[in-house]
C-alpha cells in the first residue's frame, strides 16, 4: 500500500507537536518523514538539508535580526516613559484614561519596537503600578494591556511582514509595511471603544488636565523615539534604501538614541545582543525547516488540495474568505506568529490568489490573525507575559478580554472584507498596482 505524502506530513507533525516536540523540529522531521514516501532515505536527507540551506539564503532575512536588536534595545533605552508620557496628551481626557494611554503607548512602542512581547513589558511594566495605585482592576488592567500589545504587528516596521515576503514568495516588503499603518490604528480603535465602555461603567477616571506647556514637552521628547518610524519606513517608501539597510539604520538610531538618553549600560548591551542572537537563531531555524515543508506540500499538491476542498464548500470569495478566517483563529491559539506565518502561506495564499485576493491584502489578513492568536489561550506568548506583569492568573483575565477579543475580531472582518483598508496607502504611494 502505497502512502500519501499529504497524509504522512500531516499525521507526523500533529503527532510531533502533541508529543511536545518543538516546531521547527517537528516541521524538519515531518517533510523528511513525507519524502520517504517518495525517495530513498539518502536523497530525502539531502533534499531536506538543501531546501532548510536555500531558504535561509535571503539577504531580506538578514532584516530579521536588526529588527530585532532595535527593538530590545528601545525596550531598554528609555523609550517606553517618554511614549507614555506623550500618549496622555492625546487620549488622556477620556474615562479609564490610564487604561486608554495603555493602548495608543502599545501602538506607539510597538510600532517602533515590532515585538508586541517587548510592549507588552515595557509599557505594562510602567502602566500597572500606575493602575493599581489608581484602583483599576487588576484583570482590567492585564486585558487592556494584552489585547493592546499586538498592535505594533501590524504597523511597521515588522518583522512578521518580512517573513512574509520571503515565504509567499517576494511580496513587496515596502507595500506590506504601508498596508499595515490602516489595519493596526483600525484594530487599536477597535480595543479602545470597549475600553472607553467598560472603564465608564466601572467609574474610572480622566487623566488630570496637562497645561499647554506639559503638552508641547511631552511630544517633543517623544519626537526622537518616533523618528525612528519616519526614517526607516519613509527611507524604504522613497526609494533610499531597501528594508535590510533600513533595519541596519534603525539599529544605529536606537542605539544613538539609548545612549543619548544615558539608560543603556554595557551590560544592559551584552544582554541585549545574546536576547538578539537567540531569537535570531530560533526564528532561521523556524523559517529553513518552514521552507523544507513548503517545498513537500507542493510536491504532495496540498494547497491545490485545500482550494478543491474550499471550492466545493463554496464558490464564494466572501466564504472562503471566512473559512480561511476561521481556520487561522483557531489555529492561531496553538501556533505562535513566526510559524503561523510559515505554514499557512503556501498553503492558503494560492487558494485566495485563485479567488482574486492580492497577496498584500493575504498577508495583512494573515498576520492580524496570528496577532489575535497570540493574545488568547492556550499558548498566546502576550496572554501570558501580561498575565505575568498584573499578577494575576488566565482565568481572572479572561472575562474582560473577551469582549475586547470580540471588537478585535471584528476589526479583522473589516480588514479582511474591504480590501481598500489595506491596498489603499500602497496604492497611494505607488507601491503596487
Not at 167 to 178: D, N
Not at 288 to 306: C, D, H, N, R, W
Amino acid at each position: 500500500m502505497e502512502l500519501s505524502p499529504a497524509l504522512v506530513l500531516s499525521v507526523a507533525f500533529a503527532v510531533l507537536l502533541a508529543a511536545g516536540v518543538p516546531i521547527s523540529f517537528a516541521t524538519g522531521l515531518a517533510s523528511i518523514a513525507a519524502l520517504l514516501t517518495i525517495m530513498p532515505p539518502g536523497p530525502a536527507l539531502a533534499v531536506t538539508a538543501q531546501r532548510i540551506a536555500t531558504g535561509l539564503d535571503s539577504f531580506a532575512l538578514l532584516a530579521i535580526p536588526f529588527f530585532f536588536l532595535a527593538g530590545a534595545i528601545m525596550n531598554r533605552g528609555g523609550i517606553a516613559r517618554r511614549l507614555i508620557d506623550c500618549a496622555k496628551v492625546f487620549v488622556g481626557w477620556m474615562p479609564g484614561a490610564l487604561a486608554q494611554i495603555t493602548i495608543l503607548a502599545n501602538m506607539l512602542f510597538g510600532s517602533v519596537s515590532g515585538s508586541a512581547v517587548a510592549a507588552a513589558s515595557a509599557i505594562g511594566g510602567t502602566m500597572q503600578p500606575l493602575q493599581n495605585k489608581e484602583g483599576y482592576d487588576k484583570s482590567f488592567s492585564a486585558a487592556v494591556n494584552i489585547s493592546s500589545c499586538i498592535t505594533g504587528l501590524l504597523i511597521p516596521p515588522s518583522g512578521a511582514f518580512i517573513i512574509y515576503s520571503l515565504v509567499s514568495g517576494g511580496t513587496s516588503i515596502a507595500a506590506l509595511f504601508v498596508a499595515g499603518y490602516l489595519p493596526g490604528l483600525v484594530l487599536g480603535l477597535a480595543i479602545m471603544i470597549p475600553t472607553w465602555i467598560m472603564a465608564k461603567k466601572r467609574g474610572y477616571a480622566r487623566a488630570p488636565r496637562l497645561s499647554t506647556g506639559e503638552k508641547l514637552r511631552a511630544i517633543v521628547a517623544a519626537l526622537p523615539s518616533l523618528g525612528l518610524v519616519v526614517v526607516v519606513i519613509g527611507g524604504i517608501v522613497g526609494g533610499v534604501f531597501t528594508a535590510t539597510e533600513g533595519s541596519a539604520i534603525a539599529v544605529v538610531y536606537a542605539l544613538t538614541l539609548a545612549l543619548l538618553y544615558r539608560e543603556l549600560s554595557l551590560q544592559d548591551l551584552y544582554r541585549i545582543l545574546v536576547d538578539t542572537l537567540e531569537a535570531t537563531a530560533i526564528v532561521s531555524l523556524m523559517v529553513g525547516t518552514s521552507m523544507a515543508m513548503a517545498y513537500v506540500m507542493s510536491l504532495a499538491e496540498i494547497p491545490q488540495m485545500i482550494g478543491e476542498w474550499v471550492r466545493q464548500v463554496s464558490d464564494s470569495k466572501v466564504m472562503a474568505l471566512l473559512l480561511v478566517n476561521i481556520v487561522l483563529l483557531i489555529m492561531g491559539t496553538f501556533l505562535d506568529l513566526t510559524p503561523g506565518i510559515l505554514i499557512f502561506t503556501p498553503i492558503f495564499l494560492p487558494v485566495l490568489q485563485s479567488f482574486g485576493v492580492d497577496p498584500v491584502h493575504f498577508g495583512i489578513i494573515l498576520v492580524f490573525n496570528m496577532c489575535l492568536g497570540i493574545v488568547s489561550p492556550p499558548t498566546g506568548s502576550a496572554l501570558f507575559i501580561g498575565c505575568a506583569i498584573a499578577k494575576v492568573s488566565i482565568e481572572q483575565v479572561f472575562r474582560p478580554l473577551i469582549p475586547l477579543f470580540l471588537w478585535s475580531t471584528g476589526a479583522l472582518l473589516l480588514v479582511t472584507y474591504i480590501p481598500a483598508i489595506s491596498l489603499w496607502l500602497p496604492r497611494f504611494f505607488g507601491l503596487m498596482p
